[in-house]
């Protein structure tokens, strides 16, 4: 399979700086995003991914009516969320919007559920925080039955009972491929498969290969049941220059503001110098020359097996100018070597 990997982009509509140094108003940010996605579809990228936030730094709140924009002005690039927030979200809602997401784009509409690192959602859309596990996977339940049964039946105790209702629009024959994200917990691996879904994995720290044991956990669950794997997916940060030197430099800023940011919040407590290069040289961060994260990518997508990689290309505050080049390198000159090395790996097996 590897041989034939998927290679996509994630954002959440990180607010960026313009040339002065201001933050932008996240209006421009959304108009932005869209012309991001346009280039994307243009230099041979397959998937572009929406994360869906509600808090300042990000301006995606909203992501399948972004979507349905970038679906207006792309014809091959696949869609989808990075991630859907199901556990504050009403499934059959959800349904609704990515059947019509789906048809508008001639299928190339994707979701990814989850239940998201913020917990902001939860509030704003009257969910209760001590209903974690509750809303999460009663949700789940029943999105997996509106997407695989033309007349559903549920009951549970977070939202009212359905009696043989059918949802419209409906699907076509395809149906809508939908991914698990996890963060690297074995009861989400085992509830991927349970749901015979295949499995996201969010790896933003730590060398990847720590994540193989969850692999394994997930083949040998499947294997428990008989059944044939699902595709397995990462998405982790990155950037691409022409250097190194130069991928750096544009990431770094906006990254460790945005991770200092967050880490006050959770008390994580400030980076430590050489945080950031280190993750560079040896976790999760994909940022270098197209070469550097070429190989990288690569080597992460034969340790863990992979069908597909997302590169989440924004950073906090790095410049919309930034992103537009490295969108261009990615698809031009990383997506390619990638396939390279790994149909040399193939070849010499």
């Not at 990814?112 to 209903?131: K, Q």
């Not at 996201?200 to 008989?226: K, S």
């Not at 040289?281 to 690569?298: D, F, L, Q, W």
Request: with cysteine; hydrophobic share 40%.
């Amino acid at each position: 399979m590897t041989h034939s990997v998927e290679l996509g982009l994630d954002t959440f509509g990180d607010v960026t700086k313009d040339a002065q140094g201001m933050l932008l108003p996240q209006n421009q940010v959304l108009r932005d995003v869209i012309d991001e996605a346009v280039l994307a579809d243009q230099v041979g990228v397959d998937f572009i991914g929406l994360g869906e936030h509600h808090r300042d730094d990000f301006a995606i709140t909203a992501p399948e009516i972004l979507l349905a924009a970038i679906a207006a002005k792309t014809t091959r690039l696949r869609m989808g969320t990075a991630v859907t927030v199901l556990s504050s979200d009403d499934p059959v809602r959800l349904f609704q919007r990515f059947s019509t997401l789906d048809a508008i784009s001639n299928g190339r509409a994707e979701v990814i559920l989850g239940r998201g690192s913020f917990t902001e959602s939860y509030g704003l859309f009257g969910c209760e925080l001590a209903d974690y596990e509750t809303l999460f996977e009663e949700k789940l339940d029943l999105f997996s039955r509106l997407i695989r049964e033309k007349s559903v039946t549920w009951s549970g105790t977070t939202r009212a009972p359905l009696t043989n209702a059918k949802v419209y629009p409906p699907l076509s024959e395809r149906g809508l491929t939908t991914w698990i994200g996890v963060g690297g917990s074995p009861e989400s691996v085992v509830r991927a498969v349970r749901y015979d879904m295949p499995m996201m994995l969010a790896i933003i720290g730590g060398d990847p290969a720590r994540f193989r044991p969850f692999v394994d956990l997930y083949h040998r669950a499947y294997a428990q049941i008989g059944g044939q794997p699902k595709p397995l997916g990462v998405h982790s940060p990155g950037h691409i220059a022409p250097t190194d030197a130069e991928a750096v430099e544009q990431a770094k800023a906006g990254y460790m503001a945005l991770r200092n940011r967050i880490g006050a919040e959770r008390g994580w407590g400030p980076s430590r110098p050489g945080e950031f290069e280190n993750e560079v040289a040896h976790g999760s961060m994909y940022v270098g020359s197209p070469e550097t994260v070429a190989r990288k990518i690569a080597a992460t997508v034969r340790t863990l097996g992979l069908a597909r990689f997302d590169m989440k290309y924004s950073q906090g505050t790095m410049s919309h100018a930034a992103m537009m080049r490295s969108i261009e390198l990615y698809g031009t000159k990383v997506i390619p070597m990638v396939r390279d090395i790994l149909a040399t790996d193939m070849a010499a097996e």
